[in-house]
């Protein structure tokens, strides 16, 4: 048996779509082959991974923490690569209750098939620029910040300013305020011709209290240069 032959082909775009939609009990099981880049999920704890739209950055679905142990680490493996995957996902209504947002994911191990997607130089800014909300926006820092200056997979440059460089530098220096101060980081992406400009807000704490800037670190050196 081929899961491949009954699976509908979707973009991520579409199955979020869907996602949103009520649950239908008679069709609360349905398998879509679908391109992704796979991601950390930083927003929170309760699933570890999500699948992006290559063609449309802002269209997400989370990857089920109900997925067992080992599937989740492949998916953590092709989040690494940064590349561009084809493979089978099924998603389901595991709840009873109907109403929107009720479907889990699940990735079908072994599926994924490394494949080529053509991006314009504005597709490809703006997943940069998912990429830096992701590690960044809204996050509460208490130590330095490593700032990419570039990325890894299409060569873009990245340029920061800060709204307060006494707290957190335009280099990502962190100088601990009296109180917490809200700072905007200011991202200006350019390759080639395409510019574009993201504002992410961080909060440095006060001297003394702990924070959380570990983990925007951690998952922005495996995503930049």
Known sequence: FN????????????????KAEAVDPVNSTRIFKTKFAAKPNETG????????????????????????????????ALAATGKFYEGIVIIYCSRSASGAGLWDVLYVPG?????????????????????????????????????????????????????????????GKYVAPANKTEVKLTATITLNNEVQTVELTLTAKAAGKPGAAGAACQYTCGVFH
């Open 111 to 171: 599926t994924a098939k490394e494949v080529e997607v053509t991006l314009t130089d504005a597709q490809k800014v703006s997943g940069i620029i998912a990429d830096l909300k992701g590690a960044f926006e809204g996050k509460t820092v208490d130590a330095d910040l490593e700032l990419p200056t570039a990325d890894k997979n299409y060569g873009a440059t990245i340029a920061w300013a800060s709204s307060a460089e006494e707290v957190i530098s335009s280099t």
């Open 45 to 76: 704890a309760y699933n570890t991974y999500k699948l992006v739209d290559p063609l449309d950055s802002s269209k997400i679905v989370d990857v089920s923490k109900y997925n067992d142990s080992t599937t989740l680490e492949e998916v953590g």
């Open 3 to 18: 899961i491949a032959n009954i699976a509908e082909e979707k973009s991520i775009a579409e199955i979020f779509a869907i």
